[in-house]
């Protein structure tokens, strides 16, 4: 039996972060999510009662800048987005029970009522506010935090001073708390390094932390001061508990409380793991909740890099995890961002990887086991095997080496290890693999001892059988398609009923059909064809206006794809110094400044640049810059006229410009 005692739980609740509506859902947000489900169904095999949540962060000020962007209240935004979330999930068998709108009224309200058991019990307050703010992190940042050029670390956009009236979170009066419970709850962060950062990070001081807004409306108001709107994180926070309904309500019985046994998990990227383990629990004891009514565990898992690169706008733009579920099946990818990436670490999504563990893993290993037993099942067997007790099964492959690897499958998965739960399972695959060839049924056959036959292909069936139920979690359609082909009924697992370890009511081995390979595998042309069609194109054109994209593979697609020129054509750009002397913002574009250039000339030259994403125009005013001059004259529109450029590199959100150290003067040509 598996020993489930450090789990004893007869619910599991688990939830996904809320995505935010200004992005599609991309392959990051699908890890997340599959992983998410994968667990919930694992806990269901288990006989456990399962709620798994999800859903769409849909306030604060990225999301109503991004619905100004496209021209559209924020509302009607939220609402085209939201549902490609809603409707992307069962694409990849994820299965959520309920999927919330931050947005919903059984939210807001619901979010009101835990402000305000917080501000009775006295811990908000109103003050005033002035720092760096990033709009992407929706964050005041400290100027310590930020990098030259006033740029937030994590967005590499420039940060904009603000100052507002704001409530106020007494955060640093629970620095004491948080760190008694990561101490007694050493499980409560998960993987054990993110809760060592977590803990530096709480023993470093904890500041009393802004907690509303009134320079935008674009969120929950704040009850009994409606000029102000709720920080979106107060908000999206919450959705884990709103979403339970209101005392009383029967689906409470998914939050911990003592001895009720429900484990809540969250399952987070790293890089919201503080907002999860840091403010959500100071949030939920500020309103009166109990160290035994907090969640149960925050799980934080790495980063995706794509094909080696990192995941910026335009790799994960060309890699569609639906197109990808849709030409692959979604076990597949299922399969692979479960077993290919170490839950808990970054990681690389890499799509040839991808198809030769397609063909090693599913193909020749698990796939291979099924039809070799079903055809040999068909050639001895004459497509029946009577049943065998079960206590006549062989031992060499149904004993105690199988029985281990079951329960050690089952304690990954506790220990949301899908990556090593899922190898333990083909190692079982893989022994049984081995087994065929070791009990060689057909020389049995061959002497004519059918009853060793039938116990050698009892035995496999009886693995297969095992084995299907152990794939469920990662891959539920391969697993149902599998059972159909042994003869069994598709998986239905109940509340109360463990369908782990597997064994259960005598297979009806009596049933088996071969019919087509479960995992057809991949030659060569076909790998490369499908290559072709799966992995992204990202020239270095586009790669430019990636935010992310790696330095080197920029550099060296930039380099391989410039023919060479010659000397005549190099020395007919001129360059020169400029000193900017002024910049203003181009009205309705959100990228162009406006710049007014001292080349050496008798007049300043006005020149239009895209550089309004990567500096203030403080930040450029009185900056010696490159520029081509003799570049024709580009209209804008309206009567902007650009009259050179400047030479800059990096993505728009962080450009870098070129400049000339020492003090070359305003014209100065460059050879
Ligand atoms: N809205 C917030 C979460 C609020 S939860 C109360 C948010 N949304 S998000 O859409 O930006 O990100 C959601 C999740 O996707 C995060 O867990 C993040 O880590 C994950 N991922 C985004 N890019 C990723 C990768 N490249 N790799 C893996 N996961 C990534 O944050």
Redesign the pocket.
């Known amino acids: 039996m598996v020993s489930s005692a450090p789990f004893m739980t007869s619910r599991f609740y688990v939830t996904t ?4 509506v200004n ?1 599609v859902p991309h392959l ?2 699908a ?2 999510s599959v992983a998410a489900d994968a667990f919930r169904r694992y806990n269901l095999l288990r006989g456990r009662e399962t709620r798994m949540l999800t859903g769409t ?1 849909e306030h604060g000020l990225k999301i109503a800048r991004a619905a100004e962007e496209a021209n559209m209240t924020p509302l009607a935004f939220a609402d085209r987005i939201s549902v490609r979330f809603r409707s992307a999930w069962p694409e990849l068998l994820v299965e959520p029970d309920d999927f919330i709108r931050t947005t919903e009224e059984r939210h807001t309200s619901r979010v009101q009522e835990l402000w305000k058991r917080i501000e009775a019990r006295g811990d908000l307050y109103l003050g005033t506010y002035e720092d760096w703010y990033c709009v992407g992190c929706e964050l005041y940042k400290t100027e310590k935090e930020l990098l030259p050029g006033n740029l937030c670390p994590i967005h590499l956009q420039p940060v904009e001073k603000l100052q507002e009236e704001t409530y106020f979170f007494r955060l640093s009066k629970y620095e004491k708390p948080l760190l008694d419970l990561y101490a007694k709850r050493p499980e409560f962060v998960l993987p054990e390094t993110r809760r060592n950062e977590v803990v530096s990070f709480v023993e470093g001081g904890l500041k009393d932390l802004s907690v509303s807004r009134t320079s935008f409306t674009w969120g929950i108001p704040v009850p009994g001061n409606p000029k102000h709107v709720m920080f979106v994180w107060f908000d ?2 919450a ?1 884990y508990w709103t979403t339970l309904g209101d005392e009383g309500d029967p689906l409470r019985r998914f939050w911990p409380k003592k001895g009720n046994g429900a484990r809540a998990v969250h399952i ?5 793991l503080r ?1 999860h383990t840091v403010y959500w629990p100071a949030f939920l004891l500020a309103a009166g909740f109990g160290e035994d009514e907090l969640p149960s565990q925050v799980f934080a ?1 790495g ?2 890099t794509i094909d080696g690169q990192k ?1 910026g706008k335009s790799v994960r733009n060309a890699v569609d995890p639906l197109r990808l579920a849709r030409e692959l099946g979604p076990d597949v990818v299922r399969y692979q961002l479960l077993r290919a990436i170490a839950f808990g670490q970054d990681g690389d999504f890499d799509h040839a990887a991808m198809l030769e563990r397609y063909n090693a893993d599913l193909g020749k290993n698990l796939g291979n086991l099924l039809q070799r037993t079903l055809g040999l099942v068909s050639k001895l067997g004459e497509g029946t095997v009577s049943q065998v007790p079960h206590a006549e099964l062989d031992t060499d492959l149904v004993g105690e080496t199988l029985a281990a690897a079951e329960s050690l499958a089952a304690e990954q998965w506790e220990r949301f290890e899908p990556h090593r739960a899922l190898e333990t399972t083909w190692s079982i695959s893989g022994l049984a693999n081995q087994y065929v060839d070791r009990a060689a049924p057909w020389a049995a056959a061959k002497k004519g001892d059918s009853a060793r036959v039938r116990v050698i292909l009892a035995s496999l069936l009886e693995v297969l059988g095992r084995l299907s139920v152990m794939i469920w979690p990662a891959m539920p359609n391969k697993s149902n398609a599998m059972r159909a082909q042994l003869g069994l009924p598709p998986l239905a697992p109940s509340v109360g009923l463990e369908t782990w370890p597997p064994f259960g009511p005598p297979y009806r081995s009596d049933r088996v059909a071969t019919a087509e390979a479960l995992f057809p595998t991949y030659d060569r042309d076909e790998t490369n064809a499908l290559l072709a069609k799966l992995v992204p194109k990202v020239d270095a054109e586009t790669a430019k206006k990636s935010d992310a994209l790696d330095e080197k593979t920029k550099t060296s697609a930039a380099i391989a794809g410039s023919p060479p020129i010659t000397y005549d054509t190099l020395a007919s750009v001129d360059l020169r110094v400029g000193v900017i002397l002024s910049c203003d913002k181009v009205p309705k574009k959100d990228k162009l400044y406006r710049l007014s250039v001292d080349l050496g000339e008798e007049a300043p030259r006005q020149i239009v640049a895209g550089l309004a994403l990567s500096f203030t125009p403080e930040a450029l005013v009185g900056r010696r810059v490159i520029v081509v001059a003799n570049l024709a004259p580009r209209d804008f529109g309206k009567g902007l006229v650009s009259n050179g450029m400047l030479l800059a590199t990096g993505p728009s959100e962080a450009l870098d410009l070129a400049t000339v150290t020492g003090d070359a003067k305003p014209g100065m040509r460059l050879n």
């Open positions: 972060p809320i995505y935010y992005d990051g947000h890890y997340t962060d999206a926070l959705n987070v990227g790293k890089d919201i907002f898992h980063f995706l995941m």
